[in-house]
């Protein structure tokens, strides 16, 4: 005890920076990582040519636009010829058009590439794996393959992995959560 009269003061250690930082909400942390994306012109292009070739398919299921059954039409489809029950199959349509909105829109665009994946899956295992490989370009064969759909999910993945990209509602939506953007 003496000794410590005779050494010099130190100051009190620093707290280190992040104790400093304002705790942030936990549901913006998730959502910012969610929006999060850097703006690379690639993923810009795949989300919008994923979202427009995803959008015509989704538009014929919906509103029997571009020779389509329609939104009552294609759910008894999937019901009756794929056995998908009713709310499985309303909700593989809207996950088609709303993930293609989304995309277009890059908005919410790890969700919608999701929505777009997941539809491309049930598509492949359900309908298209016991026709092949190979789209059906002659009209021989007993249906469609699935390298279409095997395409749509190589689009999509980018977009799940890094975001957006540029020109997207979530690259201004990161960059307001981030504070870059005055309101």
Sequence with gaps: MPTELLEPRRAPAAPPPEAL???RDPVVNGLSRLV???????????????????????????FGWFGG???TAT???????????????????????????????????RVASV???AVMVGAILLVHVDNGFFMNWTG?????????HLLAIAAAL??????SGSSSVDGWLSRLLHGHLRT
Excluded at 41 to 54: D, K, Q, S
Excluded at 98 to 107: M, P, R, T, V, Y
Excluded at 140 to 148: A, F, I, K, L, P
């Design 21 to 23: 930082a304002p705790k």
């Design 115 to 117: 929505c777009i994946i």
């Design 158 to 163: 980018p977009i799940l992995a890094k975001g």
């Design 140 to 148: 021989t064969g007993r249906g469609e393959g699935y390298e279409y």
């Design 75 to 109: 759910v008894e489809s999937f019901r009756t010829h794929l056995g998908i029950p009713l709310v499985f199959a309303v909700i593989a349509i809207l996950a088609e058009f709303i993930g293609a909105l989304g995309l277009i829109a890059g908005f919410l665009g």
């Design 36 to 62: 999060e994306t850097p703006a690379e012109i690639y993923l810009t292009a795949c989300r919008l040519i994923l979202g427009g070739v995803m959008l015509a398919h989704a538009t014929q299921k919906v």
């Design 69 to 71: 059954a329609g939104f």
